[in-house]
């Protein structure tokens, strides 16, 4: 808790934090699953937690998969959703190519429409917001300041994987040089994110 890893690590150190129950989001407070956790405070441990996490996933997609409805699954809000209509294509990309005909040849608006879309993005009110999910390596959360204009003011990521990274001395004291491999990899950073 003092170095603030996340997900399997802490979770394999017996402590049963996970965003999706303590703080729910996205109405996982309405689904049934339980948090995975081990007391090894290992690499094995870590192995265990993600295990465990594989099977209460398959859970909570069963039971999102119970509760499909047909109907919208875009915002009809014309300001902010692209112009499109999902299909199928020939490419097997998601929007008709009779769909990308119009907008590229026969209607102008659409045209402008979806270049302003694209380029300038839509207007966010000034303030800031902080939002966290949990990712499948911890906490992964997000600080992003609005001054009222098409792009963020500031951002900030909070990667689990570079937090979580900073456990390694921990997790490798007294242990063989060859424990370090095994410790970075049941942490299972992504350096994309550390490097972020």
């Known amino acids: 808790m003092a170095l603030g890893v996340t997900g399997p690590v802490l979770r394999a150190a017996g402590l049963p934090w996970d965003m999706r129950k303590v703080e729910p989001y996205l109405g996982y407070e309405t689904y049934d699953f339980e948090v995975p956790t081990a007391d090894t405070c290992d690499a094995w441990g870590r192995y265990l937690v993600r295990m465990g996490e594989i099977t209460e996933s398959i859970k909570i997609i069963g039971q999102a998969l119970d509760r499909l409805e047909p109907g919208p699954v875009m915002v009809e809000d014309k300001k902010i959703a692209w112009p499109a209509q999902?299909?199928?294509?020939?490419?097997?990309?998601?929007?008709?190519?009779?769909?990308?005909?119009?907008?590229?040849?026969?209607?102008?608006?659409?045209?402008?429409?979806?270049?302003?879309?694209?380029?300038?993005?839509?207007r966010v009110?000034?303030?800031?917001?902080?939002?966290?999910?949990?990712?499948?390596?911890?906490?992964?959360?997000?600080?992003?300041?609005?001054?009222?204009?098409t792009r963020p003011f500031r951002v900030h990521v909070r990667d689990p994987s570079f937090v979580n990274l900073q456990a390694t001395a921990a997790m490798s004291e007294g242990g063989m040089i060859a424990d370090v491999i095994?410790?970075?990899?049941?942490i299972d950073p992504v350096m994309g994110g550390v490097d972020r």
């Open 86 to 122: 999902l299909s199928l294509g020939a490419d097997g990309m998601g929007q008709s190519l009779d769909h990308v005909r119009h907008i590229m040849g026969q209607s102008m608006e659409a045209l402008i429409h979806h270049f302003k879309l694209v380029t300038e993005g839509f």
């Open 125 to 149: 009110p000034a303030g800031q917001v902080y939002t966290a999910i949990e990712s499948p390596r911890g906490e992964l959360g997000y600080h992003v300041v609005s001054d009222g204009g």
């Open 182 to 186: 095994a410790a970075i990899a049941s």
